[in-house]
């Protein structure tokens, strides 16, 4: 069942209960997340040379990966509805720390996958977590300042990711050790997010479950847009190091430090939105940050390695999106963010698959050509979806 109703500004999705916990303990997980998303890139190459794998073999570590994903995030709104968010969070925190225990035993095409799917699995559900917590410890009014500041921090941990990496390989140790310490981060972060989260679940305050649940033309548009988006970001951090390695005849080391350069301007973009955004301004950085974004991504494939970094100018877009989602779907905003990152897993997946494919068939050079293509699209849905109209415009929304 859908209807149409202005764009709720006073709901708030979590009307009591301990926002501080529910705040801390999103930053600390998207935090982390970013770290484990974002390490694969680095490794990515290295892996190639040590286990003498093709392009299609990383790309199908990254393609199980999703798939993964999408079946793990799916699983969440029951689990919510279930356990809540303090059960939750804990037990995807134990499982997060999974890929760091098993990195050590990587030695072959089997096992590297394998090591992708637990990758994929615990990203996903922290990843998807991690807004939800955030968005139940945030009012409406300070939201989208909230959000951008939480994705501050996913620039950060992000950044982390190259830096460590670029320091581990020039000191000789191993690639997997990065893991372990994620794996580490996250045993200490399921301890506190069981003690601090409240007990009684806040998503049972604000979402009863339907008897009937539809996706109307918006919410479903909503949903690609977003897709595409990260689409477009991953395949441009994820794939960064590959192709400055084997079409712009960059080392390994030098390729983290421009892939710390995106996520250094990832994170400093976020910062200012939270610092000097305001409301009125929100469509324009959104457009502007992804029109800008995309032509860097188009510079940065014809060989301008400095343009690959500034595609982090695209760093508004997500958290000012998924707020502004929250508001314009207020009735249906957790179960609409388990399902945009059910709907961007999925083609990460296709994404992942279709890079490392045409990398081995024709170059990197040629594959990363779909980064620019990706963000093009998510443009120009964003210019056609609900979360470009004004607060004081009516729109959509969407009874899940």
């Given amino acids: 069942m859908s209807k149409t109703e202005p764009l709720n500004t006073d709901a708030s999705p979590t009307p009591g209960g301990n926002r501080a916990a529910f705040l801390v303990t999103g930053f600390f997980t998207l935090t982390l997340v970013s770290f484990l998303d974002n390490v694969r890139g680095p490794i990515l190459p290295l892996l190639c040379s040590k286990l ?116 581990l390989v020039t000191h000789g140790s191993e690639w997997w050790r990065l893991l372990q310490f994620a794996s580490l981060a996250f045993f200490v972060l399921a301890f506190q997010s069981f003690f601090t989260l409240p007990k009684t679940p806040a998503s049972h305050v604000r979402e009863v479950k339907p008897q009937h649940a539809t996706l109307d033309r918006s919410a479903a548009l909503t949903i690609v847009m977003f897709a595409m988006y990260v689409a477009g970001e991953v395949l441009a951090s994820m794939w960064m190091s590959s192709l400055m390695v084997s079409a712009q005849g960059k080392t390994a080391a030098e390729a983290a430090n421009y892939l710390m350069g995106f996520f250094v301007i990832l994170a400093l973009t976020r910062f200012l939105c939270f ?38 100018v695209l760093g508004p877009f997500f958290p000012l999106a998924i707020s502004r989602m929250s508001l314009r779907f207020p009735d249906s905003w957790q179960r609409m963010t388990i399902y945009v990152y059910s709907g961007i897993q999925t083609m990460l997946a296709l994404m992942h698959l279709t890079v490392g494919r045409l990398a081995d068939a024709l170059d990197m050079s040629q594959a990363f050509l779909l980064a620019p293509f990706f963000l093009g699209i998510a443009l120009m849905l964003y210019r056609s979806s609900p979360l470009s109209r004004n607060a004081s415009r009516h729109g959509p929304s969407w009874d899940a």
């Fill in 52 to 167: 003498a794998i093709p392009y299609e073999t990383a790309g199908q570590f990254l393609t199980i990966g999703c798939l993964t994903a999408v079946m793990s995030t799916l699983l969440l709104s029951p689990a919510l509805r279930k356990w809540g968010e303090r059960k939750v969070t804990a037990s995807a925190c134990v499982i997060a720390t999974l890929p760091g225990l098993f990195a050590p035993l990587v030695s072959d095409r089997v096992t590297l996958l394998i090591l992708g799917g637990l990758l994929g699995m615990a990203v996903a559900l922290i990843g998807s977590l991690c807004n939800i917590l955030t968005m139940l410890g945030s009012t409406p009014k300070n939201r989208s300042r909230t959000i951008a500041f939480q994705h501050v921090m996913y620039g950060i941990g992000s950044m982390s990711a190259p830096f460590l990496f670029r320091e």
């Fill in 275 to 312: 610092a000097f955004l305001k409301p009125r301004w929100e469509h324009k950085v959104i457009w502007v940050s992804l029109l800008a974004a995309t032509i860097f991504a188009l510079l940065g494939q014809q060989g301008h390695s400095w343009a690959l970094s500034a595609i982090g």
